[in-house]
């Protein structure tokens, strides 16, 4: 069965048959019935927008629907549903809710130091804390990345079309085949993306890492995929440093000794040696999709997991990926390496593993939490997981 | 002296008379003996009120939640995982589905072809029937179903969290789609129980709930009612025989007050009325009602005959002596009666008229039919004589006792104690709440076999029964629209705060889920996603029990610890405040529907009709007094010993749990109404006495053998009468005949004690 997307136009592409005149008119459907239905809505005086919206505090916040957490030297920090940002520094005791200005669904937090963090989530919203986590500014979303990213294309489409009307006057017939390849896949991208400014801010951002307290890279689905030189003042978009014309999504982001890496759909793996100015295509292991990537301490392993417990463990800098044991069916969500060494994973139906044989054999942990998204080490010989069912510390039996 | 008219007309044409009422009694006998008992689900709710406006106009969008019986089948023998549990499991599900009046089409359990398992893979979703069409029983086969049951998302819901049991769920047509007749609740209450008995054993235990179950139990529980009945007229004969001691003028007062209560039944079911289980109580109290009027007719007549007159004159002179007060006291009664039609709940005006027509029937049956009987029966010599006895000796004990509250002490005594009862009745009532408290199916006893079925469900099941539904109305295919998404994850998430709230069930849960399962179960994307194209998609693949296929009305299900009038006081105000702020043009978040949706609407207007009827019934029996005695001090001598009784009746609700619902409502407005009796004829004979020249005590003791006798009596009947409901399986009616007889009792004491003790301080000038 096909993937089951209604506003990714961009995997039309695949199929071949689809003519250019009906994806044309696909696009002006899409559009039309969008603006429709925007109508609709703003007939509704009482439109809300989530982005507009400050979090609400609530008691119920840690057990609540969260997807990442991060444990940032003692101070645990964790982010969800509904612009929940929690932050505990007694080892999830206690959960502070921080100040956010937003109710979008966040999905990943980082910091790059002890005040200054990032969290980024649906509807392409970055935020960014100066202290630590405990209040947040907007400082981007999709209404102003989407058309950043359209700006992009439009920018390569110029330049590449220049490109093909040189080689055309040269008379070089493979550097033009190749240009005019090049030229409508970005025109499939171009359109998707247009799309989506009409649509809104419809695009999540999944994952983000920071060098520093500066330089950052923040990823997402559709393709998009940006960074920041000013702590994230302006963002600028990637589309030309990394070559995925089809847009898939990227889900995972992290550095594992002097290489950046980013693990996708349908097996996207990269990688960048210059932090992110130009990334490299890696000979995948999985055709399915990763919805992660993470690398131990040491930089000596790096771990990709995804869909169906599919788990994959490089010692190379991703040169060369084997299979790990994992024995499970059910999708890998979250992995972290601790200060053991030792590698956990959290996959969908709450099964925890932990590998001692550096990410080639896994073992299942007792501790079962269905539903489980994210998980990083306590510190101390433990996990703490966050999920569906909210924040949960887990103990690592040996 | 010339007879009134009225007593000539009657008397002269004894035999006319007579054969009237028995052609009469006929004609309503017959169709008395038609009537049904009814349990109309629309009728014990306030149908005005604009929570169930919006349920009654949203009824048809709602009904896949609505009308569902749930059969648990238990079993003790280790778990749901073995074959010869499945094949009774199979059997069952098949025996439910031959029931008629189920939706078969929508029956679930392990064995239907909808109850499925799905898994996201990377090719997209796979799914099948939870049981194969492969299974053979086998310990792989049942491995299988095991690890099915487990993809299915059906653990706690279908299967229970212990897997300890499994449910049947059963939707229901309200009305039969082929016949076009409504569901015969009893016949299908009795079908379940068939099931129950065929496939219980020692090792099957079978748990059964639902609104259907409810009903089926009320109506099972309403036929006892004949038995209270019988009781009831049994213990009434015997006291009318020991006060009495003739046989014939008992049979004969019986008789009556017997035909009074077939004519109600009659002319109710002409009317088109039914007996619902709260009006039941009505027919009872006619009887009493009649039995005492009765017994004030014999007294009359018993004392002409001591005084020499024949059983012809005897029975006129009682008549002629009895029919005024007596007409005044019913009309009394029926005013009292009639304030409870400002109550725009059906089952409240039903009474109100069931028990109008009783006391209008009354005024015939036991004034006039009576009176016409007794002169030809007469009454026996033998009770005559011990009549005559009676009165001759000097001093009667226990009446010549009560007259002493007419001296200064212990007047001033009894009203101390009176006021003393009265502050603490107003500091004990704080505590009285609104509603039913017990959790379960309130119409029912807790120790009540649904209730235990429903306990155990609550217990092993991750569902709670008391369910709030917020309808979400927009226009057609409008639930999607991303303003209304976000609007009702935002309700979802204000209500999850408040306390007893256990979980909240929208449309935008599956909306999120499907984002997610769209992108191969990846969970990051479990959120709303905000293209409108994707959302308009996914909307249609909600399963329809979930949101009306139309799009135009998609219920929050709410589910909530319990149905106290509290939390579900918490969850209106959070709604209307939400609605107040959110609601446009194009959507609104409408109160009410679900069970607890319903009893909080029914909360507020008995919370709001409460005051207003106490108020109302106050200012009506003012009004009367005022009228009858023509002076606010006896106004205030009759009236205020109701008043206490009032506070302690509030008092003691609050002391035993019972809250202030439906049926305790018309419990006020009745225990007053025919209370107020008591106090106008000891009041009047006492003042009338007073008026002949006699000291205040010896008036009183005068009044106190001749009233006050009849007045104890009529207290004892009405309450022996109610009494024998506090044993019905039916938890309300046993509230309701409790409440009754503890004001019938007060206040008689009220009358005896009270108002000779207020009379002696407030007629003081002298």
Not at chain 1, 161 to 180: E, F, I, V, Y
Not at chain 1, 221 to 232: E, R, V
Not at chain 2, 85 to 104: N, P, W
Not at chain 2, 476 to 497: C, E, F, H, I
Request: proline share 4%.
């Amino acid at each position: 069965m096909p993937h089951q997307r209604t506003t990714i136009v961009s995997k039309l592409q695949n199929e071949s048959t689809v003519s250019r005149c009906g994806f044309r008119w696909q696009c002006l459907i899409a559009i039309v019935f969008t603006l429709f239905s925007a109508a609709i809505s703003a007939q509704g005086n009482g439109a809300k927008d989530l982005l507009g919206i400050p979090a609400q505090r609530s008691a119920k916040t840690p057990a609540s629907l969260l997807m990442d957490v991060v444990n940032n030297n003692g101070r645990w920090v964790v982010v969800g549903e509904r612009g929940h940002i929690l932050y505990s520094d007694n080892a999830g005791r206690h959960w502070t809710q921080a100040e956010v200005p937003v109710s979008v669904t966040l999905t990943a937090v980082f910091f790059a130091d002890a005040e200054k963090g990032w969290a980024v989530g649906h509807d392409a919203v970055v935020l960014h804390t100066c202290d630590g986590g405990r209040t947040w500014q907007k400082q981007v979303d999709g209404t102003q990345i989407n058309p950043l990213m359209l700006a992009r294309l439009h920018q390569l489409m110029d330049i590449k079309s220049r490109a093909l009307k040189t080689a055309q006057k040269n008379l070089d017939p493979a550097q033009q085949q190749a240009l005019a390849t090049e030229l409508e896949d970005l025109d499939f991208f171009l359109s998707d993306v247009a799309m989506a400014v009409q649509e809104g801010p419809t695009r999540p951002l999944m994952d983000l890492w920071f060098k520093n307290a500066r330089e950052g890279i923040v990823i997402g689905a559709y393709g998009m995929i940006l960074g920041t030189t000013d702590a994230g003042a302006t963002w600028e978009p990637l589309l030309d440093r990394i070559d995925n014309p089809q847009g898939l999504h990227y889900y995972g982001i992290t550095q594992c000794g002097q290489a950046l890496f980013i693990a996708g759909e349908r097996g996207l793996l990269f990688r960048s040696d210059d932090w992110g100015r130009s990334w490299q295509p890696l000979k995948s292991p999985f055709k399915g999709s990763f919805f992660g990537i993470t690398a131990s301490a040491d930089s000596r392993c790096l771990i990709a997991f995804g869909l169906g417990g599919a788990v994959f463990y490089s010692y190379n800098q991703g040169a060369r990926w084997s299979i790990s044991d994992v024995n499970s069916q059910a999708s890998v969500s979250s992995g972290t390496v601790l200060a053991d060494g030792s590698v956990c994973l959290a996959s969908v139906d709450g099964v925890l593993m932990r590998s001692i044989d550096r990410g080639r054999t896994f073992y299942r942990l007792s501790a079962r939490l269905p539903g489980a998204i994210a998980l990083d080490g306590t510190g101390f010989s433990g996990l703490v997981v966050v999920g569906l069912k909210g924040v949960t510390v887990v103990k690592v039996e040996d | 002296m010339k007879p009134p008219l009225i007593v000539s007309i009657l008397f002269r044409q004894r035999l006319l008379w007579l054969g009237l009422f028995i052609l009469l009694t006929l004609f309503f006998s017959y169709h008395a003996l038609h009537i049904k008992p009814e349990a109309s689900f629309l009728r014990m709710i306030p149908s005005d009120h604009p929570y169930i406006q919006n349920y009654l106009a949203h009824q048809q969008d709602l009904k896949a939640l609505g009308n569902v019986v749930r059969i648990c089948v238990a079993t003790t023998d280790g778990d749901i995982f073995t074959a010869a549990y499945l094949e009774t499991l199979k059997q069952m599900t098949e025996a439910v589905f031959f029931i008629s009046g189920v939706d078969r089409s929508a029956l679930k359990s392990l064995w239907t072809p909808q109850t499925r398992w799905t898994e996201v893979s990377e090719e997209g979703f796979n799914g099948g029937p939870v049981i194969p069409e492969t299974y053979n029983g086998s310990a792989a086969a049942l491995e299988q179903v095991r690890h099915n049951i487990f993809k299915s998302g059906e653990v706690g819901i279908l299967v229970a969290n212990d897997f300890k049991s499994s449910m049947i769920a059963a939707p229901l047509h309200d009305i039969d789609p082929e016949t076009g007749a409504p569901l015969d609740y009893q016949r299908f209450s009795e079908k379940l129980e068939q099931i129950r008995r065929r496939f219980q054993t020692n090792t099957i235990q079978i748990h059964i709930t639902g609104f259907a179950k409810v009903v089926g139990d009320l109506m099972a529980g309403a036929a006892q009612v004949w038995l209270f009945f019988a009781i009831a007229f049994g213990i009434l004969i015997a006291v009318l025989l020991y006060h009495s001691r003739c046989v014939r003028s008992t049979f004969i007062r019986a008789l009556t007050s017997m035909v009074a209560v077939i004519w109600q039944l009659g002319i109710l079911k002409l009317g088109g009325f039914g007996l619902n289980p709260y009006s039941m109580l009505v027919p009872f109290l006619m009887f009493a009602l009649g039995v005492s009027h009765g017994i004030q007719m014999f007294n009359t007549m018993a004392h002409e005959m001591i005084s020499g007159a024949d059983k012809f004159k005897a029975a006129q002179q009682a008549f002629q002596n009895n029919w005024v007060p007596g007409l005044a006291a019913l009309i009394t009664d029926c005013i009292g009666f009639a304030t409870l039609l400002i109550i725009r709940i059906g089952v409240i005006q039903d009474i109100a008229v069931a028990a109008s027509i009783g006391v209008a029937v009354v005024a015939f049956t036991d004034l006039m039919f009576l009176p016409l009987l007794l002169s030809y029966s007469g009454i026996s010599p033998r009770t005559i004589k011990i009549i005559k006895t009676r009165a001759a000796s000097p001093v009667q004990q226990p009446w010549a006792f009560l007259s002493r509250f007419t001296r200064r002490r212990w007047a001033a005594g009894a009203i101390i104690a009176a006021a003393l009862s009265t502050a603490g009745g107003i500091y004990l009532r704080q505590d009285i709440k609104t509603g039913d408290l017990s959790p379960g199916a309130p119409e029912l006893r807790p120790q009540s076999r649904y209730n235990q079925d429903n306990a155990y469900i609550n217990a092993h099941y991750s569902a709670s029964s008391d369910i709030f539904i917020v309808m979400v109305k927009t226009p057609p295919a409008g639930n999607s629209a991303y303003p209304v998404v976000v609007a009702t994850d935002q309700l979802k998430w204000r209500l999850l705060q408040l306390k007893g709230v256990q979980n909240v069930i929208t449309h935008v849960d599956y909306l999120k889920q499907l984002n997610s399962a769209y992108m191969e179960g990846n969970l990051k994307w479990l959120a709303v996603p905000r293209s409108q194209t994707a959302l308009n998609n996914m909307v249609l693949k909600i399963p329809p029990d979930v949101v009306n296929p139309n799009g135009a009305l998609t219920p929050m299900i709410i589910f909530l610890d319990d149905h106290k009038a509290q939390t579900l006081q918490c969850v209106v105000d959070a709604v209307e405040a939400f609605a107040a702020q959110n609601n446009t043009d194009t959507h609104q978040f409408l109160l009410a529907a679900g069970n607890a949706g319903i009893e909080a609407a029914t909360n507020i207007e008995v919370k709001k009709a409460l005051s207003t009827l106490i108020l109302l019934v106050y200012s009506v029996l003012g009004c009367v007094c005022l009228f009858a005695f023509k002076s606010i001090r006896a106004t205030l001598c009759v009236v205020m010993p109701l008043m206490l009784t009032s506070v302690l009746c509030e008092a003691l609700m609050a002391q035993a749990d019972i809250g202030i619902k439906v049926a305790t409502l018309p419990v006020i407005a009745m225990g007053v109404g025919i209370g107020v009796d008591y106090g106008i004829y000891i009041l009047y004979k006492l003042l009338y006495n007073k008026s002949q020249g006699y000291p205040l005590t010896a008036a009183f003791y005068r009044t106190l053998i001749t009233t006050g006798r009849a007045v104890v009596f009529t207290g004892l009947t009405l309450a022996i009468s109610v009494a024998t409901w506090i044993y019905s399986p039916i938890k309300f009616q046993a509230d309701m005949g409790f409440l009754l007889t503890f004001m019938f009792l007060w206040n008689m004491v009220g009358a005896m004690v009270l108002t000779p003790a207020l009379a002696r301080f407030i007629y003081t000038q002298k």
